[in-house]
């Protein structure tokens, strides 16, 4: 059963522009919400991370975007530079304790210089 | 430096061989966690554990073994009854209780193991 449902597959965008990634939920008990970036051959990493009390958290070029009622979140990167080629995962979970993480299918996102 | 450390980073193994991949931290986290990493299936959960001598079956369990008979430490053992094992494997940990306790993942660089 896949509970998160994380698209495009796959992203090319052109240096400068705006990358966005989608995710959706299936299980309303979440409440935790982070972002992993994964370079190739090495770990996953956190991005940046949201609960379900905002609509909006931003960290830099990174914004997380959050619409409770429709069970969707999403990640812009905006003015993506050619480093910010990567995998991206959305994953969510409930609270940030004893419960795992249940992550999307990810995101492949190659930025053109 | 606190990290994971995951080995082998690369393994080889024939059809019917049982192989061991070890995890250690040194971050003092309680709790340790096994992802499986397909193309386009994202991680998914293999085992983890919240104490020691403790462990809980994630999604895939079947053909894995685990055990936690120290805090730093989280084997995962691949044996022959994994119909396709041929994947890269992620060791994570993270903080359960306390004020440091952000919810965030720490990962290890991961193993692939390729099955001949």
């Known amino acids: 059963q896949q509970q998160v449902k994380q698209s495009p597959q796959s992203l090319i965008v052109q240096k400068g522009g705006i990358s966005i990634i989608n995710c959706a939920y299936e299980?309303?008990?979440?409440?935790?919400f982070p972002w992993y970036q994964q370079f190739p051959g090495k770990g996953p990493a956190l991005l940046i991370a949201?609960?379900?009390?905002?609509s909006e958290k931003k960290e830099g070029r990174f914004t997380i975007s959050f619409n409770k009622s429709a069970k969707q979140f999403s990640l812009h990167i905006m003015d993506s530079q050619p480093g910010d080629s990567a995998t991206y995962f959305c994953?969510?979970?409930?609270?940030?304790?004893?419960?795992?993480?249940?992550f999307g299918s990810g995101t492949r996102l190659q930025v053109q210089p | 430096d606190g990290g994971i450390t995951q080995s082998p980073k690369y393994l080889f193994r024939k059809e019917g061989q049982n192989v061991t991949l070890s995890c250690e931290q040194n971050?003092?986290?309680?709790?340790m966690y096994w992802y499986r990493q397909d193309p386009g299936q994202g991680l998914r959960l293999i085992y983890y554990?919240?104490?020691?001598?403790?462990?809980q079956k994630g999604d895939i369990a079947e053909g894995y073994s685990v055990s936690r008979e120290k805090k730093e430490s989280f084997p995962l053992t691949v044996t022959s009854a994994q119909k396709n094992p041929t994947a890269f494997y992620l060791c994570?940990?993270?903080?359960?209780?306390?004020?440091?306790?952000?919810?965030?993942?720490?990962f290890g660089e991961g193993s692939r193991l390729t099955v001949l």
């Open positions: 994570a940990s993270r903080l359960l209780q306390g004020a440091r306790n952000t919810g965030e993942l720490f």
């Open positions: 299980n309303t008990a979440f409440d935790y």
């Open positions: 949201i609960r379900p009390d905002v």
């Open positions: 994953a969510a979970s409930i609270g940030t304790g004893r419960r795992a993480l249940t």
């Open positions: 971050l003092n986290h309680d709790a």
């Open positions: 554990s919240q104490i020691v001598n403790d462990f």
